[in-house]
């Protein structure tokens, strides 16, 4: 009989000591250690003292009566996953709760399922009643899903292997599985451990593609152990705001495709409907001719991106004044406003200042710093930049605008969507090939970008009240350019 054995296992990351503390040293969480038994953490199999098995050695040569991908029917799934689901592979999908995880996974096994594959869905969340009333609203009743409801690893690993292999299958939620290997609740971390692993076996060994769908922390991190992460083939993240009604799918991890790639999707009565054109949708709505307003030409994973960046600059009531972004990274807006600061004279020590991402979307790559610092100025001489313009380009330390890559696919896009005018990093232009009759605008250094919106700055109307109590007109040009000088 093995020997019992407790610790106390991080719930967040899956460190384990033994004993129990407040803090995780790991990760610096409070209070998720929890006290779990791992005597049964190991298999039996692999406790045991038997000599193991020898098998066959396979070469790199071979022949498959198999696609090597099963298209899903999906063209922003496709896209996202690298062309299609790999015989096999395992895929852990994460997002916010309510975001459209499970909707989004129906209506992909109802697709299959209709082209005449086998496609499982398992929920451990809800019955089945539950799952049929969601196919009834998205109409996707008369599809030949198989469904169950149940959170044994070794029954569903057991029902499956019976009959024709199935093309995919979804788990939903991983978080809900349990396995006999081990002797704790299910969702703690050596359960969700122990029973994606057991999965992951099945998968490789069947040839079936799994979705795993996993939890998400309040800070948007999938929850569980990181090393599930590591196990499985790809990590997608459904994200989106509420209040909007689009999504997005972003591959976190692919070992079969690129990663960064995005899908997006609209929510709509019907389920999710495929974007096919995201940058017509980001600029539908966009404000033509106000200040703060500029247009970046992004880059996600291979496909370029139109969207619209938002930037307010007011006077602050405050002793520091505030910074809030959305949708971009918060330090890169500091180094941002330092240059601007430090290289161009435009102070912003005593103004609150807003950026945001319109839509919802989530801006990685550093060529918005252009986009951003252009919005930046434009608010606060309250000069509208040009409607047909767009903006990338790194801004370095030194206020100097660095190239970026994968100019020319930018360029297209722009001109695709009606644009006229590009403002790029000088050293781009050796590597722009067709730019589409784009009238280029290249800039070596942040300072000529901003004279030249300073330049354009008009009266605000607003007055505000110094030290001296004299009131004075904001932020207008000959005052832009005497703190300049």
């Not at 106000?290 to 405050?318: D, K, M």
């Not at 901003?450 to 008009?458: D, H, K, W």
Request: charged share 20%; glycine share 10%.
């Amino acid at each position: 009989m093995a020997k019992s054995t407790v610790s106390f296992v991080c719930q967040n990351c899956g460190a384990a000591y033994n004993r129990w503390q407040g803090k995780c040293e790991s990760c610096g969480e409070w209070n998720t250690l929890a006290e779990e038994d791992t005597s049964g953490s190991v298999p039996v199999s692999i406790r045991s003292k038997r000599r193991g098995r020898t098998f066959a050695l396979e070469s790199l040569t071979g022949k498959s009566n198999d696609a090597p991908r099963l298209s899903s029917g999906m063209t922003e799934l496709d896209r996202v996953t690298g062309g299609g689901f790999v015989r096999g592979s395992v895929l852990l999908v994460g997002g916010d709760p309510g975001i459209g995880k499970s909707t989004l996974l129906t209506q992909a096994t109802s697709m299959l399922a209709r082209a005449g594959h086998r496609a499982v869905y398992i929920s451990g969340e809800e019955a089945v009643a539950q799952v049929r009333l969601r196919a009834e609203r998205l109409g996707l009743a008369d599809a030949p899903v198989q469904l169950a409801a149940e959170t044994s690893v070794e029954d569903i690993v057991s029902t499956l292997s019976e009959g024709a292999v199935p093309r995919l299958i979804v788990i939903d939620s991983i978080q809900t599985m349990w396995t006999d290997t081990v002797e704790s609740a299910p969702g703690t971390v050596t359960q969700v451990r122990a029973s994606a692993q057991a999965l992951i076996r099945f998968a490789k060994k069947s040839g079936a593609a799994i979705i795993l769908v996993g939890h998400v922390t309040k800070d948007g991190q999938i929850a569980g152990p990181r090393v599930v992460e590591h196990m499985v083939d790809a990590v997608l993240s459904f994200e989106g705001e509420g209040s909007q009604h689009f999504r997005i799918l972003r591959a976190m991890k692919n070992r079969f495709g690129p990663t960064d790639e995005i899908g997006v999707f609209e929510m709509t009565g019907l389920g999710l409907r495929e974007v096919s054109n995201p940058s017509e949708l980001f600029l539908s709505e966009r404000d033509l001719g106000s200040p703060g307003t500029a247009v970046f030409a992004g880059i996600e994973g291979t496909r370029p991106v139109l969207v619209e960046l938002q930037a307010l600059v007011a006077p602050t009531t405050l002793g520091t004044p505030r910074r809030a972004v959305v949708g971009w990274d918060p330090s890169r807006l500091s180094m941002v406003l330092a240059v601007l600061e430090a290289h161009c004279g435009v102070k912003l020590s005593g103004y609150d200042v807003y950026l945001n991402v319109a839509g919802g979307l989530r801006i990685q790559e550093p060529a918005a710093d252009l986009a951003a610092a252009a919005a930046l100025v434009s608010s606060l001489v309250n000069a509208p930049l040009p409607t047909d313009a767009v903006y990338f380009g790194e801004i370095s330390l030194s206020g100097a605008v660095r190239p970026v890559a994968q100019t020319s696919a930018r360029l297209k896009e722009a001109a695709k969507l009606g644009f006229g005018r590009a403002v790029l990093p000088e050293s781009a232009r050796g590597e722009i090939g067709s730019d589409g009759g784009l009238a280029l605008n290249s800039v070596g250094g942040l300072t000529s970008l901003v004279a030249e919106i300073a330049a354009r700055g008009t009266p605000r109307g607003n007055r505000e009240t110094n030290r001296e109590g004299v009131t004075e007109k904001n932020a207008t040009p000959s005052r832009f350019r005497r703190e300049n000088s």
